[in-house]
């Protein structure tokens, strides 16, 4: 790793005057034989958007643990305005004004939104928690990141989405000295990334620190006034954002120059559709879909969060209660199940990879293995050998960065988990892959790798849905781009239709480009 | 009411223990007997059998039963005398003749007719024999059934007798009344103890298991197992002059059948009959065993 | 935006068919049994039914705390043989002294050793970080073999001179109420306003949906957890002061299995096992389930006596299937 | 790319010191028994008690099943006295004809009605989506009302002419190690060739790890938990058949409470009660804790009868105290 860095300008920033909010040195994390962190040294100033960047598994996550003690460090220090800090746990680190909005997900799915926000700091009247300030709080709160769930929505019933925002509104209830957001816009869509966008400035403004994490490199472009670097837990260093470009610090992430990130377009496919779908209903989700996809095709699904293309697609695989026909590869599909999908050649990736993706507590084994058991497992005993080559394959694949291939899946980096879940799905050879959110946490140098992958697949005359809220991917990515809205398919965009404007104009008002309704 | 007389119906109210080992099933099964053979013979008499799996739930299906309708008898084995008193002077107030079948109730002012068990001869009775034939002298085992006041006053019965000799009972467990549970702590106690003389099992449920663990452990020097209750297959053994178990003592189950009989009687002309009626627990032997042989009971 | 109007729509408390259940299956039950015996719908009958369904009641409201906050307490019943045999030996002993006040001391003394009881549950469970099942396993059979101890065997009755003057807190009514009754009413009712209107009931459903979440937000789980034993103890007591009126005595078989009643009661009221749910008027729905089908089988002269735990078992399984399909 | 490479040389399975949380309270029990009473160790009392713990075991063994892949089952000691009751039925009917072969056509009818008692409690569980503890309480009170009325309340008892034939199954020994030893080492062994070996077991674990991951990965969660609940059934006629030879009846008291014990055996073996770890060779260290946690309250003399519960209960409890030290 000792090559020479590319870029040749900034160097390494020294400490400002005033004092930091909050300083680290010499920070080190290790799990019994496995290092995450080397000797980290960050100072973080109020006032200030703070970017860490970095490629998955580096130590990002690991980090902000350490500065808000979800996780304790094996050595170092940490300072707040000059003064030394320890916390013992989180709950300690929110009571200094530092406070996590994790990357996972972690609230009580049971309780409603205004309960989870003010869960262990109730408000109260008397004896009595005082539900009407609550919600009344709440709903101001939720308003102003730009979230559109009800205070009394029970977590459980929300979108993936929604739930991060409900996070993010948790950490803003109070005001907070360093906050620190750790992927924040993995999970949602343009607009709620532009609303959240605001409200992480509006924090700098009135003099909070905000240590930003994001692998949409646009963000940290418009945010950030100062941008640290980590490679393989080492902190490579800190500059401030001004200088660089986004090219710039894709390149100090991974360490080597990058190629084109979106593949070549491909030939316009032909021939009788791999899957064709008809009036396709969801409860509490979508109205009367009609597509289909060709061999050589990559069909992209665009929309605004709780537009219901999850919803659409689980209802596809038999997950949610569903009406409407399928015909795949010219055999209706009568009994549509996850498993007899997967049997005629079609699988589909979650989107929520932590809550129905992967086993946390089981390695990797198991979990790339799950849903491929008879592929994998062809004789009636497990056959190990087989199973470790298809884990080494898949870590060099989808170059899955694990320290040992006995972690738990939960333990690997989140970008890692999402590799992992790629690999999984892809390990059963499917004629057809449903992509909900493929490059969900995944930084910028494997994008690339993936949308390649996702290329050579529709070329072999397979087809390929991608469902994503990352615009840019969407265009870059698809054939033909079906909008949705309000449960309804009410764009269709094919060739140079497909752009940003496009898809936003159509998630938005409704009136798509091209021709109207959804039949190719 | 088909072409019956115009005569009233009368109501009889049998409330037992539910069927959860081999006594009490005995219990039920005499008392659903009675039924039949009474409702068959006197169609003017309703017979209710209910059983209950305790003394709560008894109380409540006591309630149950005045609630729904008059009473004119109720024939009760109680699970235990202090709880059911108060319950059972509650259904006599309003008018009903009241007959207790083994366990006696704490005001025995309550009890019309009584038909009592003698728990505590069931022990002393074994008791005395054993002594008799190991001579006052040796050691003895004895496993007990379910902590229920049966069960201590057989203990007590037998405790007492045998502390008037020289023999020494090491040790006393619970079995539960379970065979398979006898079995078990059978199996410990030879581990445990190298010279046993005679087992006292209280019940003959828990002595068939006893018997089992003994005869598979190829032990020898015990003389004598025992048991009490007059199990079906115990008694066979007495009749067949087995040299291990060659008594028993009778606690008939079917002695509810008896009490059901005798407060039927009094609505089909006959005068009421009241008192008490001690069961006495002679001892089972070869001789009389006859006596005590009901090959189509359950029990 | 569609999705925002939407959502903003659905304003205030929607009224969940799904919460109804365990009402219209009490309902279904108390309509068999007018079906089946007429003197079911007595007042006599439906007086004693309700009286006594409070027992497993107060319990259950206790157990509702318990397995809503994650855990699980299988000691119920023999802990009420405990307490109940404690109170009596308290009682018995004070009365020379105090007459009547006897009662008054020995319940206080039943409440402080109901609520020691949970209490040891509860720090067994959380401190020894023990499964709940396994650790309420264990003290079922402690506290089922100190009655057994403390009463020899046999059993521990009441003072006669106490029975009269303790004998309307069971028997007894208040404007044609059973005492009980109203005992249960106000243990439902405090009941409901902890878990559903203070910062504990709100903490209690925190650690048993997501302990995780709840430690992260400085909720101490163990703390909240510990408590609802100690609440669960405290139920225990209350209805242990309102049996001995009744039956008058303790014994090595009272309360036995009635730890099965009160989870089936809790679970068959909307409670999930798994925790973080509570439905207090559920489980009070389901303790009056329990006990009309217990009734309902003794009215009846349909099954076989052998076959009552077998009926019982099928209509409890057909209220739960119920509750499926009204969902 | 260091990443890559530390992970190729991470080198084999890690030895896990919790796994042998259970092993080593076993050891810790039976040295304790051996300081209490030198006969402990004498060669009858140790064989009786581990024969004797092939009951539990075995039944165990398919509670482990049950356990890890997300269910519970509250009915296997009723539905092993239902099975035995059926088992000793059949064999009766079928002495007069097939003689001793009338043993092993019992035995597989035996089987094929403990499937169906585990595909039962499996349906109600996952068509039905009843609570497994509500649902398995349910059928428990059928099995048992269905051997109480089966016996009359008394007992079956097995033909005398089928006892000396059928003896061995239970009192028999191959090269010295008793048949119920090696009919449960057979059950252990292929319970953990199924769960760590084979496509089944994986499936098992998804389902009672994240029954949604399950699902969104094409396993049929319905499905694998019923086959679960059927192999349970199938674990109970196995201890069935080897229990009758024991006493040669069926009573309405056999398997009381035993589900209890299964269970305890399944969370002290280290299976965890929320699913998706299964752990079968502690499941069977448990099975022979509890037998020899038995076996010594009765060897020592140091606790009155009435408080031999409450001491178990401290054991246990202590027991799985010492697991926690240890991890
Ligand atoms: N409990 C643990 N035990 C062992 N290793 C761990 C554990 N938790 C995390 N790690 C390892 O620490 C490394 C850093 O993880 P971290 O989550 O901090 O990465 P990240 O930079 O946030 O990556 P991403 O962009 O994918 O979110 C990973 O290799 C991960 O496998
Ligand atoms: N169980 C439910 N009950 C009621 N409404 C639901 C339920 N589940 C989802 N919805 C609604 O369905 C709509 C679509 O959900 P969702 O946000 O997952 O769609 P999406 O287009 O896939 O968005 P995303 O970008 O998050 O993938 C939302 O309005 C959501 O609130
Ligand atoms: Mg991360
Ligand atoms: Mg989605």
Redesign the interface.
């Given at each position: 790793m000792s090559e020479a860095l590319p870029i040749p300008g900034p160097s390494p920033v020294q400490p400002a005057l005033p004092l930091p909010a909050m300083q680290a040195a010499g920070l080190c994390k290790a799990y019994g034989p496995i290092t995450v962190l080397t000797d980290i040294a960050l100072d973080i100033r109020a006032g200030e958007v703070h970017a860490i960047i970095g490629e998955n598994g580096a130590g990002k996550s690991t980090l902000m643990k350490l500065l808000s003690g979800h996780v304790l460090p094996t050595a170092g220090h940490l300072a707040m305005a000059g003064q030394p800090v320890e916390f013992a746990d989180a709950v300690a680190a929110e009571a200094a004004g530092v406070v996590l909005v994790h990357q996972e997900i972690l609230l009580a799915g049971d309780l409603t939104v205004a309960e989870n926000l003010f869960l262990g700091r109730e408000l109260t009247r008397g004896p009595m928690v005082d539900d009407r300030a609550m919600n009344r709080r709440a709903a101001e709160i939720l308003a102003s990141i730009g979230a559109h769930c009800h205070p009394r929505d029970p977590v459980s019933g929300l979108p993936l989405a929604q739930r991060q925002l409900v996070q993010i509104a948790r950490a803003l209830l109070e005001p907070r000295k360093v906050v620190i957001f750790d992927e924040p816009t993995a999970v949602l869509a343009n607009d709620e990334v532009a609303a959240l966008l605001a409200v992480v400035r509006g924090l700098r403004d009135r003099g909070a620190a905000v240590l930003y994490i994001s692998h949409r490199l646009d963000e940290v472009e418009a945010l950030a006034d100062r941008i640290t670097v980590l490679r393989d837990g080492r902190m490579i260093g800190t500059w401030p954002a001004r200088g660089l470009t986004q090219r710039d610090m894709a390149e100090l992430m991974v360490g080597r120059k990058l190629d084109m990130l979106y593949p070549p377009r491909r030939p316009a496919a032909s021939g009788d559709p791999l899957l064709r779908v008809q009036d396709l209903s969801v409860d509490h989700g979508a109205v009367q879909g009609s597509f289909a996809v060709r061999p050589g095709e990559v069909l992209g699904i665009g929309g605004m969060i709780g537009s219901g293309r999850t919803e659409m697609f689980e209802g596809l695989m038999g997950l949610r209660p569903a009406t409407g026909s399928a015909v795949l590869n010219g055999t209706p599909m009568v009994h549509r199940s996850v498993g007899a999908w997967q049997a005629a050649g079609l699988v589909y990736l979650t989107e929520d990879r932590k809550g129905k993706g992967l086993l946390l507590d089981e390695p990797l084994g198991p979990n790339l293995t799950l849903q491929a058991l008879t592929e994998v497992h062809p004789r009636l005993t497990l056959d190990r050998k087989a199973e470790g080559a298809a884990v080494a394959k898949a870590v060099a694949d989808y170059d899955i960065r694990v320290r040992s291939v006995h972690l738990d899946a939960g333990q690997l980096s989140g970008g890692n988990q999402q590799k992992l879940l790629l690999a999984k799905v892809m390990l059963t050879d499917p004629q057809v892959v449903i992509i909900d959110e493929p490059t969900r946490g995944i930084d910028i140098g494997n994008k690339n790798q993936i949308y390649d992958f996702i290329d050579a697949l529709v070329r072999t005359g397979k087809a390929c849905i991608v469902i994503s809220s990352e615009l840019p991917e969407l265009v870059g990515l698809s054939d033909r781009v079906l909008v949705m809205r309000g449960g309804r398919i009410v764009a269709e965009l094919t060739g140079d239709q497909i752009t940003e404007q496009n898809v936003v104009y159509a998630a938005t008002s409704g009136e798509g480009h091209g021709p109207q309704g959804a039949q190719p | 009411a088909t072409g019956v007389l115009a005569q009233e119906k009368r109501v009889i109210a049998v409330s037992i223990p539910a069927a959860t080992h081999g006594w009490t099933g005995g219990v039920v099964y005499h008392a659903e007997q009675a039924e039949k053979e009474i409702e068959a013979a006197f169609p003017n008499i309703d017979v209710i059998v209910k059983t209950s799996p305790s003394a709560t739930a008894q109380v409540s299906a006591l309630e149950d039963l005045a609630a729904a309708q008059t009473l004119d008898a109720l024939v009760i084995l109680p699970f235990t005398s202090e709880e059911l008193t108060g319950p059972v002077e509650q259904v006599k107030a309003a008018g009903t003749f009241i007959a207790v079948v083994d366990r006696g109730l704490t005001d025995p002012a309550i009890q019309d007719l009584y038909v009592a068990g003698d728990n505590i001869a069931v022990g002393a009775n074994t008791a005395k024999w054993l002594a008799e034939q190991l001579g006052n002298e040796g050691n003895v085992v004895v496993l007990r059934g379910i902590p229920t006041v049966i069960d201590d006053e057989r203990i007590q019965g037998f405790t007492e007798v045998i502390e008037g000799t020289n023999i020494e009972i090491l040790d006393i467990q619970y079995a539960n009344w379970n065979q398979d549970e006898a079995f078990t702590l059978m199996q410990d106690y030879l581990a445990k103890y190298p010279q046993i003389d005679a087992v006292w099992a209280n019940d003959d449920d828990m002595l068939l298991g006893v018997l089992e663990a003994i005869r598979e452990s190829g032990r020898t020097e015990i003389k004598y197992a025992l048991g009490g209750n007059g199990m079906k297959d115990v008694i066979e053994m007495v009749m067949a002059g087995d040299a291990m178990t060659p008594i028993s003592t009778p606690y008939p189950p079917s002695m509810i059948k008896s009490a059901i009989y005798m407060v039927a009687g009094q609505f089909t002309g006959q005068a009421p009959m009241r008192g008490s009626f001690k069961l006495d627990a002679p001892l089972i032997t070869p001789e009389n065993a006859e006596q005590f042989y009901f090959p189509d009971s359950p029990f | 935006?569609?999705?925002?109007v939407a959502?903003?729509s659905?304003g205030?408390?929607r009224i969940r068919w799904a919460d109804m259940g365990p009402f219209i299956a009490l309902a279904v039950v108390v309509l068999a049994g007018v079906m089946i015996?007429s003197?079911?719908l007595?007042g006599?009958?439906i007086a004693?039914?309700v009286t006594?369904s409070a027992?497993v009641a107060i319990i259950a409201v206790g157990a509702t705390f318990v397995i809503s906050s994650g855990g699980l307490d299988l000691s119920v019943g023999s802990m009420m043989a405990f307490v109940t045999g404690i109170m009596i030996l308290a009682m018995n002993r004070l009365e020379p002294s105090m007459g009547g006040y006897a009662i008054v001391a020995g319940a206080g003394i039943g409440l402080v050793v109901g609520a020691l009881c949970g209490l040891l549950n509860g720090l067994?469970v959380t401190v020894?970080?023990?499964?709940p099942?396994?650790?309420t396993?264990?003290?079922?059979?402690?506290f089922?073999?100190?009655i057994?101890?403390m009463?020899?065997?046999?059993?521990i009755?009441i003072e006669r001179s106490l029975?009269e003057p303790y004998r309307p807190v069971y028997f007894g009514d208040v404007l044609g109420i059973p005492v009980p009754v109203i005992l249960t009413l106000v243990v439902v009712l405090v009941g409901a306003f902890v878990l559903y209107?203070?910062?504990y009931?709100?903490?209690c459903?925190?650690a048993?949906?997501?302990a995780?979440?709840?430690?992260?937000?400085?909720?101490s789980v163990a703390k909240v957890r510990t408590t609802a034993f100690v609440i669960q103890g405290l139920c225990v007591a209350i209805a242990a002061i309102c049996y001995i009126p009744?039956?008058?005595?303790a014994?090595?078989?009272?309360?036995?299995?009635w730890e099965?009643q009160v989870?089936?009661a809790v679970?068959?009221g909307g409670t999930?096992?798994?925790g973080?749910?509570a439905r207090v008027w559920g489980t009070v729905a389901g303790a009056l389930i329990l006990e009309v089908i217990?009734?309902l089988m003794?009215?009846s002269?349909m099954v076989?006596?052998?076959?009552?735990?077998?009926?019982?078992?099928?209509i409890?399984?057909l209220a739960?299937?119920a509750h499926?399909f009204i969902k």
């Open positions: - | - | 935006m569609t999705a925002a959502s903003q659905a205030p408390r015996n003197s079911f007595s006599t009958n004693n039914v006594r027992f067994i020894g970080k023990i499964e099942f396994i650790a396993l264990g003290t079922m059979g402690i089922r073999a100190l057994t101890w009463s020899d065997g046999g059993s009755p029975r209107r203070t910062k009931g709100r903490r459903m925190a048993g949906s997501n995780d979440v709840a430690r992260f937000s400085g909720v009744r039956l008058g005595a014994t090595p078989t009272t309360g036995q299995l099965l989870i089936t679970v068959i999930a096992l798994r973080g749910k217990a009734n003794v009215l002269n076989s006596e052998y076959l009552v735990a077998a009926v019982q078992g099928v409890i399984i739960m299937l499926r």
